[in-house]
């Protein structure tokens, strides 16, 4: 197998496509998103690319007992009344720099092909600690993309993300912006510990307003509720680990 090989299993007519990259990263957040889109968009979604590389970790997927060798996929989504789009996701990023250059510039390849100038990096945010309230922080390639997605509820945040963007989701930015894409990355903010399906909602929301599509999110909210059980369970071990901790009277008496 080369380094880089990529199958075109079919292709698409498509009206001015963009390009909506969910792989996996903080909270699951980008490839939650991505995934719910083909869930709720099956009928309308075609599997166009497959992307394998030596870069992926090696390894198969198994399903029914059939094997798969790991890779990205792209489908194409033509919306009716809204933007046509190319949905790239897969269960695992490139495992070194290299690797992420490699395989976005391919990634990025793929969107010219259909022709699509530009692209949106869907991912998270850790913010260390449990959260009730899901901001969308944003990032664009260029100055005039910041108006319209202000208007849609992102915000811009000096200096953050702390340490920039990583992986293919920084790279789309990157890497876009000197091929000509107009990119943006919407990150749904998350505690960084967990599965996050409100924060994959909460970047969808905003994804919805910009090209103009519709979701239903009764999936989604009953992983988020699930989530919740989860959650909730964590905090009663960890209370009933303090209380255990926590001296009593009888402790704190001297009997000498």
Known sequence: MDELEIDAVAEADLDDP??????????????????????????????????????????????????????????????????????????????????????TTAFLDIAEEFGASEAFALGGVPTG?????????????????????????VEFREDEPAGGIVGVSGLLLGLGERRGFESACLMGETSGYLVDPKSARAVLEV????????????????????????????????????????PTDDDLRYIG
């Open 129 to 153: 600690e449990l959260i009730d309230e899901y901001a969308v922080v944003g990032a664009v390639s260029d100055e005039s993309l910041l108006d319209p997605l202000e208007e849609a509820g």
């Open 18 to 103: 963009v390009l909506v990259e969910g792989l996996p990263g903080v909270g699951h957040v980008g490839k939650l998103a991505v995934d719910h889109v083909l869930e709720e968009l099956e009928g309308e979604s075609t599997l166009v690319r497959r992307v394998y590389s030596q870069e992926f970790p090696p390894q198969v997927t198994i399903e029914d007992g059939v094997s798969e060798l790991t890779c990205a996929e792209i489908y194409a989504i033509t919306v009716p009344e809204g933007r046509d789009v190319l949905l790239l996701t897969g269960d695992n990023q490139a495992q070194t720099n290299e690797g992420h250059y490699v395989l």
């Open 207 to 246: 994804l919805e307003a910009v090209l103009e599509f519709d979701l239903d999110y009764e999936s989604l909210d009953e992983r988020a509720g699930e989530m919740e059980d989860v959650i909730g369970k964590i905090q009663e071990m960890e209370q009933q680990q303090q209380n255990m901790e926590m």
